[in-house]
């Protein structure tokens, strides 16, 4: 029963679908107040996700039509399995193993290959374009984004969330010298996002909506959740690897879990609100030129460090 | 990899643009532009020859979204011409004023595109921001923000009294600061002029050939510029020194829009200190005298031009309009070609925007009783309407959709 309740409630889907909702609400709030917007109200994207799914369904006839129809749902699917192997509140998380943490990275690339499959496969020359931008940006972006999340892992020689955790709680001061990595990690995670400035698979502004061009109705309402939920997992990881202090009591390790999160969504939504869409040459020059031989520093680093300490 | 053809229509890519555009792709760049022109046409020229010459104002005023001032002033000079007229001193400073605004408010709109373009919306909301001042002075001088008609033939029919002299020159104190503000933004911020440089690259030499006007050729370092090439109005008794850059790529455009607002607004200075007294208008008679007319004005896009023949009748017997637009529309193909399709939106607003007018007054129907609502009362009441409703209408949305 606890299992069944860990899964569907708390904190498995429910919470994650409430909370990602709330986290598009806020940053859409956020981006539209630095652009001297008013934004949208607080309920729209519940709104928005209503409306998509009482949508009638269309397959363009040329697209795969099983792909068409399990590809949104299989990213929505690894965004929320990702999010239970991710501590909140406590060192633990719902089923702590060691070696989550690579399952978890694993589990996050799955949405970007989606997103490619569903350009891909839906037979358009808009979706194709998106589709091949997404694949190529993932070249770029995945490895910095993987090096900085296993910069903290290395030093606390451990691949579990939990002993990360434990490491740093002995160790504080420690955290400090993983702060490039941490930057490392917004910076990249945004092309996971595909938020700007690494929006260029979905930029409307010259192919459509680029890969989600065919998708309409449930279908692009499960791609839209996916990248909600998608946001929340990111953010909760970041928070995990980077932040890993946890209070003793339940109540207020869940309060500063909201605070961290909200924390790193407020400096996501300053980057995006900052930054120009890069085109796929630019962005492979910003991750393979800056931010790899920063994270390879970081590494290296890391490595000494730990030689001197243990 | 193989090439696909892709269209970029009024849907897909750029809503406010009409034409229709044909692109293959080879790999990730441009192969080939096909670019059918005439996407919407208004065959406005035919109808201005069946309407007397103050209906064909208004037709002509209406003649693309932006440009009210230019396609009037231009339409009067023409018909002043004919009739040999000496326009008034102050009445052309009046026009000299209002197409100095109009260029500000056109460059700021054409900024604002740019930053959409690249991802920077916040970039673009400020921008539209900024605009906004410089309509609400256009407002008050013309009446409308968007189709500020000052224009009459002869001179022009709104005087520039004391209050808005005052209006205008503060709000260019202000507009000046921010245009300094966001003119750095666009020449320093690293990651915008990485995407800006070597966008859409025309050399001098092939903007000479393909007979670029206006900011697309001065962008080039192409000097054309109609207001410093053959004077016309009160430009004749001021100094335009035409700005160029010599980039050529949509950085260099976007210097150039910069510094001709940044000279404008000093024009507008120098035509408020200078507005001589006198009368706004001189009699132009019903019929013109038979004979021909071409003027070329400098509108905010470029070098618009006039050809007007009468045979004495009470409207034009031939009508011809060249605007800029027109006039780049191989130039767009020529830059369009060879780049990165991320970059094709970017060149589609280096060449032109079109938007629609906005309106200033309601007027409110219920059974027998009829009411105006004024523009003051419309404003005001737009926002209190999202003050109360902040909360509510959310609410009472997503019901609906239940």
């Excluded at chain 1, 959740?225 to 202090?245: K, N, Q």
């Excluded at chain 2, 829009?257 to 024009?267: C, P």
Aim: glycine share 8%.
């Amino acid at each position: 029963m606890a299992q069944v309740f860990k899964l569907l409630i708390f904190p498995g889907l429910l919470f994650l679908l409430c909370y990602s909702l709330f986290c598009a609400a806020l940053s859409r709030k956020l981006d539209a107040r630095m652009q001297k917007r008013r934004g949208p109200r607080w309920l729209q994207p519940v709104a928005d996700l209503m409306k998509l799914v009482g949508k009638e369904r269309m397959i363009p006839a040329r697209a795969d039509q099983g792909l068409f129809f399990m590809v949104p749902a299989v990213a929505l699917a690894a965004v929320c399995a990702a999010y239970l192997y991710v501590p909140l509140f406590s060192p633990l998380s719902a089923h702590p193993f060691n070696g989550d943490l690579i399952v978890v990275l694993y589990l996050v690339t799955l949405p970007a290959i989606c997103v490619f499959l569903a350009g891909w496969y839906s037979s358009s020359v808009y979706g194709s374009f998106g589709g091949v931008r997404a694949l190529t940006q993932m070249a770029a972006y995945q490895v910095p984004l993987l090096m900085s999340l296993l910069a903290p892992a290395l030093l606390a020689d451990s691949w579990s969330l939990q002993g990360i955790s434990q490491f740093y709680t002995e160790r504080p001061l420690l955290m400090l010298l993983n702060l490039p990595a941490f930057g490392i990690a917004i910076v990249t995670s945004q092309g996971k996002l595909m938020k700007s400035p690494f929006d260029s698979p979905i930029a409307g502004a010259e192919q459509g909506s680029g890969a989600f061009s065919e998708f309409g109705g449930r279908f692009f309402a499960f791609f839209d959740l996916a990248e909600d939920c998608d946001t929340v997992v990111t953010i909760s990881l970041i928070a995990a690897v980077f932040l890993p202090f946890y209070p003793a009591s339940p109540l207020l390790g869940f309060l500063l879990y909201l605070l961290k999160t909200l924390f790193i969504l407020v400096l996501f939504s300053l980057f995006h609100t900052l930054s120009v869409r890069l085109h796929s040459e630019q962005v492979f020059s910003l991750c393979w030129r800056y931010m790899v031989p920063l994270a390879l520093i970081q590494i290296i680093v890391n490595l000494l460090v730990k030689g001197v300490i243990v | 990899m193989t090439q696909r053809q892709l269209s970029l229509k009024p849907s897909a890519p750029d809503g406010e643009n009409k034409n229709c555009l044909w692109v293959t792709m080879a790999s990730d760049r441009v192969a080939e532009v096909h670019l059918p022109a005439g996407g919407s046409h208004q065959g406005v020229e035919k109808s201005c020859e069946i309407h007397s010459y103050m209906q064909d104002l208004l037709i002509l005023e209406r003649y693309g979204g932006l440009g009210p001032q230019a396609h009037a002033m231009a339409f009067c000079q023409a018909m002043e011409e004919l009739a040999g007229i000496v326009v008034p001193q102050r009445a052309e400073y009046i026009r000299l004023i209002v197409s100095e605004l109009e260029r500000l408010q056109c460059h700021l709109l054409w900024l604002a595109g740019t930053a959409r373009e690249v991802g920077y919306d916040a970039l673009n909301m400020y921008l539209m921001n900024d605009r906004e001042l410089v309509l609400d002075c256009l407002a008050e001088i013309g009446g409308n923000r968007v189709k500020y008609s000052v224009n009459l033939p002869g001179g022009v029919r709104r005087d520039l009294d004391e209050h808005i002299r005052t209006r205008i020159s503060e709000m260019l104190d202000e507009v000046g600061r921010r245009i300094k503000k966001r003119g750095s933004l666009f020449r320093k911020e690293l990651m915008l002029v990485n995407r800006l440089r070597g966008a859409g690259v025309l050399s001098r030499d092939d903007a000479a050939a393909y007979g670029a006007v206006g900011p697309l050729a001065r962008g080039s370092g192409l000097s054309r510029d109609v207001r410093a090439d053959e004077p016309y109005g009160a430009y004749r008794r001021m100094e335009v020194a035409p700005v160029c850059d010599d980039h050529g790529d949509a950085y260099g455009r976007t210097v150039v829009h910069i510094g001709e607002m940044e000279a404008s607004a000093a024009l507008i200075r120098r035509a408020l200190a200078e507005l001589p007294e006198g009368e706004l208008r001189a009699e132009v008679p019903e019929r013109l005298p038979k004979g021909e007319a071409l003027v070329r004005v400098e509108a905010p896009r470029g070098e618009l031009v006039y050809y007007l023949r009468s045979d004495g009748g009470a409207s034009p017997e031939r009508l011809r309009v060249f605007t800029p637009r027109e006039a780049n529309l191989y130039t767009l193909q020529k830059i369009i070609s060879g780049n990165y399709l991320a970059n094709i939106p970017l060149l589609m607003t280096d060449y032109d925007f079109c938007f629609g007018a906005a309106s200033r007054a309601v007027v409110i129907k219920g059974g027998e009783e009829q009411r105006t609502v004024g523009w003051e009362q419309l404003r005001d009441f737009s926002r209190d309407y999202y003050l109360r409703h902040e909360a509510g209408a959310g609410r009472a949305g997503a019901e609906k959709e239940e």
